[in-house]
């Protein structure tokens, strides 16, 4: 079974990836660790991405381990630099 | 409590007067504004990038931890994004409270955990032309359980 998911990318990670969104399809039960190694597995530009970026998982910081689910929205938060 | 994120100017006067009641002896207001020079460098103005969505849930959420630290605050903050100019304000927070000491606390809390947790980014503009995005915060990530 395979899961969709929506992969955003915000400020230099953006710069990184040349886009703000793109949808990934994965295995049934990948974690968020899983969705980082399979778009640096991708080659150029995303093996650019750090190997451990904040992620959020549907708007809430969460771990690697965090498992995705169809239609989550998980964004590569890149450091924060708010006020 | 009031928390707003927005590519709107921040009128702080107004944010001020969105706090305090007849049982407060205080009222705090903190405003960020955009300087002119950073790390030696002449500054021309600042692009500021947020997720938005979550960005608003992260701002209500440091409002409410701050209004209910201690015996208690009232506490509004507005955070801007888009383009900014030297001296335009990017966040204000107000804050009031019985005491003076719970207004300071809070204050200091929100503009803190702004620091910490809100995702917003924010690009420099320098004098001549270059652009670069400033260094952040990692924002902290929720303890996993062993073996989940």
Excluded: C
Excluded at chain 2, 1 to 25: C, F, K, N, Q, W
Excluded at chain 2, 97 to 116: L, M, T
């Amino acid at each position: 079974m395979t899961i969709s998911v929506r992969a955003l990318f915000f400020a230099a990670y953006r710069d990184v990836v040349g886009s703000k969104e793109m949808r990934v399809d994965l295995p049934a039960g990948t974690t968020v660790s899983g969705l980082v190694s399979h778009l640096r597995g991708l080659g150029d530009p995303y093996s650019a991405l750090p190997a451990s970026p904040a992620i959020a998982l549907n708007r809430t910081y969460v771990g690697e381990s965090a498992t995705l689910g169809d239609g989550d929205e998980v964004a590569f938060i890149p450091p924060v630099a708010g006020g | 409590m009031h928390a707003r994120i927005t590519a709107d100017p921040i009128d702080p006067a107004a944010v001020l007067g969105r706090v305090g009641s007849e049982r407060d002896g205080a009222a705090l207001l903190f405003v960020g504004v955009v300087r002119n020079h950073d790390e030696g460098r002449a500054v021309a103005g600042m692009r500021y990038d947020t997720y938005e969505e979550m960005a608003a849930d992260v701002l209500e959420a440091i409002a409410r931890e701050a209004a209910e630290r201690g015996t208690g605050a009232d506490v509004a903050v507005v955070h801007r994004y888009g383009e900014l100019s030297v001296g335009d304000v990017s966040v204000a927070i107000a804050v009031a409270s019985p005491h003076r000491a719970e207004s300071f606390d809070a204050s200091r809390y929100v503009i803190e955990e702004i620091k910490k947790r809100l995702p917003v980014w924010k690009k420099e503009r320098y004098v001549g032309g270059e652009a670069q995005w400033k260094d952040g915060v990692v924002p902290a990530r929720p303890v996993e359980a062993e073996g989940s």
